[in-house]
């Protein structure tokens, strides 16, 4: 990645901020153990993966029965680089052709896995869960990614960040990076919320953003030009483009507090292409 590559705003494009995300989240099974991560309590029960045939029932979903032109599909775990990476491209591709942007979150342990996605992903954040800048001590690969848009994307708990001062100057250090960088806080939903929230954030942290309200979006704002996603409990009101989740036992609902199935999108999809074809005939 050359220097020239990036972008304003920490390489965050503030137009794609907006865009629509439909969330799929191939798997609970992660390499790592974080008590934090939102998928924690579920994902401690539950190991399966996603079937291929959900996906593609969910993207008919989002194409034939929301009509939804400008999406970004985003994978998720869990790790999602555990899931099988031949499988990832197949869906990728065909993501692609249905006209929608891909988007990754992954902890980039497992870089031989993640390398051969360059090009069939279009937006990969690696989650830093240390109190490094990068991620990991060993991440020379992130240079040799040269189709898809890296970002490193920190955590704020107070465990990292005692002080506002402390984030600060961390920010300082994450705009010498070569690196697209954003932030990003705990839900309110999310295990332990209370232990890991930082104290100071609220006041120390919103009043000196340049800028609250991202396009319209109140769960973002800007610091030193780096995007800070922010938790709900922040928001004066929930966001107005609703998220859509696919979880690994094919249920797709609007939450993240569980994975039981609250939209029939299969019955919807097989309705809306029976009404298509006789349309055609």
Known sequence: MKESDIKENGGINLKNWNIRRAQIIVTYDCNMNCSFCINYNLGK?????????????????????EKIDD???????????????????EISDLVHSMGYKTEFYTNGTLKEKLLKLDGYIDYITLSNY??????????DYLYEFEKSIITISKLIIKQYFSSFD???????????????YDFSTIQEFTPNFDYYHPDWFEKGLLPLCD???VNGNIGAAL???????????????????????????????TTWSNDNSEINYKEMVNNTLKKINKIKH
Do not use: W
């Open 45 to 65: 029960k539950k190991k399966e993966y996603i079937k291929i045939s959900d996906i593609v029932y969910f993207l008919q979903y989002l194409k034939y029965v």
């Open 71 to 89: 999406v970004i599909i985003v994978f998720l775990g869990g790790e999602p680089t555990l899931f099988p990476i031949d499988s990832l491209k």
């Open 130 to 139: 240390g109190k490094g800048l990068l991620p990991f001590d060993d991440m």
């Open 166 to 180: 402390d984030f600060d100057r961390f920010v300082d250090e994450a705009n010498k990076l070569p690196f697209n």
């Open 211 to 213: 800028n609250q309200d």
């Open 223 to 253: 610091y030193k030009g780096r995007l800070i996603k922010l938790p709900y409990v922040h928001a004066k009101k929930k966001e107005t483009i609703c998220t859509l989740k696919l979880y690994p036992n094919g249920n797709l609902n």
